[in-house]
């Protein structure tokens, strides 16, 4: 099978890539086993000091597959569920990781693309890139955690109206509202990563790991138990008959699978 995710190394910086291009980065049960293995292998290593996330082609992720996940509402069986949990497990490996990860975001990051991106410490995105929600359009309630870290990071009202009522959020309106800390011309956006990464690690590695620590200390608990509260709610939509529809009508007017949601 073709990998999904690549890890190299810049200065003492891991950069994980997201190679799966044809597939518009699509999220999937492989997907986010490869990347769960990924972040395991950097969490015990000593010689990387700063990680970046970043994705081939247009798209930073279109979130799931939504081809596979009408296929196992067709089968009635748990594939659904297993790719939650999967995806679950990855975001919580990731803001549990002892360093500092910059989401490096060149295009659209969707539904559970959104939900990655929030998932990272530090958000670097090109001008032509666009934070899709999603979730509404489709009938169903949010996964990988972006309804946690949006009512974190903005409050419960601005979370719940961007969750129901924008389509997308630009790159400028993303900065603005705080979700994303730099911006860069298209062609200057992994040299602006890699400057917010370099900056990052002038900061003493030890005290690198305590601020991330103490920053999340307070929520990574509630995070696990949120996350399973996401699953739920997301499976009840997904039983829905409008979500099956919805689902359906996205996939009929779409060329490629893309996705808005898990």
Same mark, same amino acid.
């Given at each position: 099978?073709?990998?999904?995710?690549?890890?190299?190394?810049?200065?003492?910086?891991?950069?994980?890539?997201?190679?799966?291009?044809?597939?518009?980065?699509?999220?999937?049960?492989?997907?986010?086993?490869? &990347?769960?293995?990924?972040?395991?292998?950097?969490?015990?290593?000593?010689?990387?000091?700063?990680?970046?996330?970043?994705?081939?082609?247009?798209?930073?992720?279109?979130?799931?597959?939504?081809?596979?996940?009408?296929?196992?509402?067709?089968?009635?069986?748990?594939?659904?569920?297993?790719?939650?949990?999967?995806?679950?497990?990855?975001?919580?490996?990731?803001?549990?990781?002892?360093?500092?990860?910059?989401?490096?975001?060149?295009?659209?990051?969707?539904?559970?693309?959104? +939900?990655?991106?929030?998932?990272?410490?530090?958000?670097?995105?090109?001008?032509?890139?666009?934070?899709?929600?999603?979730?509404?359009?489709?009938?169903?309630?949010?996964?990988?955690?972006?309804?946690?870290?949006?009512?974190?990071?903005?409050?419960?009202?601005?979370?719940?109206?961007?969750?129901?009522?924008?389509?997308?959020?630009?790159?400028?309106?993303?900065?603005?509202?705080? &979700?994303?800390?730099?911006?860069?011309?298209?062609?200057?956006?992994?040299?602006? +990563?890699?400057?917010?990464?370099?900056?990052?690690?002038?900061?003493?590695?030890?005290?690198?790991?305590?601020?991330?620590?103490?920053?999340?200390?307070?929520?990574?608990?509630?995070?696990?138990?949120?996350?399973?509260?996401?699953?739920?709610?997301?499976?009840?939509?997904?039983?829905?008959?409008?979500?099956?529809?919805?689902?359906?009508?996205?996939?009929?007017? +779409?060329?490629?699978?893309?996705?808005? +949601?898990?």
């Amino acid at each position: 099978m073709e990998s999904k995710i690549t890890l190299t190394s810049t200065e003492d910086i891991a950069v994980v890539t997201m190679v799966n291009e044809a597939r518009a980065n699509s999220i999937d049960k492989a997907f986010c086993d490869e &990347l769960l293995d990924v972040l395991r292998e950097l969490e015990g290593s000593s010689k990387h000091r700063a990680v970046i996330l970043q994705a081939t082609g247009r798209i930073f992720s279109a979130g799931g597959d939504l081809r596979q996940i009408s296929d196992g509402l067709q089968r009635s069986d748990s594939s659904l569920e297993s790719l939650i949990d999967a995806l679950h497990a990855t975001i919580v490996a990731m803001r549990r990781l002892p360093l500092p990860v910059i989401a490096s975001v060149q295009g659209a990051a969707a539904g559970a693309g959104f +939900s990655l991106a929030m998932a990272c410490d530090l958000v670097v995105a090109s001008r032509a890139a666009r934070f899709v929600v999603g979730y509404a359009k489709l009938g169903t309630s949010s996964d990988g955690g972006l309804s946690f870290h949006l009512a974190r990071r903005l409050g419960a009202a601005r979370a719940l109206e961007i969750l129901l009522t924008r389509d997308s959020l630009s790159a400028d309106e993303a900065r603005q509202l705080g &979700l994303v800390q730099s911006i860069a011309e298209p062609a200057s956006l992994q040299e602006a +990563s890699l400057a917010l990464a370099r900056k990052v690690m002038d900061v003493p590695a030890a005290a690198v790991k305590e601020m991330k620590s103490l920053v999340g200390m307070a929520a990574e608990d509630k995070l696990e138990r949120h996350l399973e509260e996401e699953k739920r709610a997301f499976l009840r939509c997904a039983s829905t008959k409008a979500f099956s529809e919805r689902v359906a009508q996205f996939i009929a007017g +779409s060329d490629s699978p893309r996705s808005a +949601s898990t």
